[in-house]
């Protein structure tokens, strides 16, 4: 089993910055496959962005350029850094990991393993 513990949200202002952390646990850091996820109030969970174990990334479109995705193999860490905050960003985000593959995926159905989530909030 995976336990994930995100940190990191909060309120912001428009154009604004954050950096989410997500700490595993329970397995080696560096066999697993790290996803972002976001759903707002009254849509479904949607993907932000992925990063393998070896550093690739991919990211949901309308974050490129604003969102970066990294890891730290000697931590047991993944962030998501947000930069130029804006309201549509605001969602719950969720951590999630998955045997590291030899692609990476943006699809929600091939993590099994999730954190409980940390609210963002974008103030205009």
């Known amino acids: 089993q995976v336990q994930l513990v995100e940190s990191g949200g909060g309120l912001v202002q428009v154009g604004g910055s954050l950096r989410l952390s997500c700490a595993a646990s329970?397995?080696?850091?560096?066999?697993?496959?790290m996803g972002w996820f976001r759903q707002a109030p009254g849509k479904e969970r949607e993907f932000v962005a992925a990063?393998?174990?070896?550093?690739?990334?991919i990211f949901y479109e309308s974050v490129k350029g604003r969102f970066t995705v990294s890891r730290d193999n000697a931590k047991n860490t993944v962030y998501l850094q947000m930069n130029s905050l804006k309201p549509e960003d605001t969602a719950v985000y969720y951590c999630?990991?998955?045997?590291?593959?030899?692609?990476?995926?943006?699809?929600?159905?091939?993590?099994?393993?999730w954190g409980q989530g940390t609210q963002v909030t974008v103030s205009s």
């Open positions: 999630a990991a998955r045997t590291r593959g030899i692609t990476i995926r943006r699809q929600i159905d091939v993590y099994p393993y």
């Open positions: 329970g397995r080696t850091f560096s066999s697993l496959d």
């Open positions: 990063i393998n174990w070896s550093g690739g990334s």
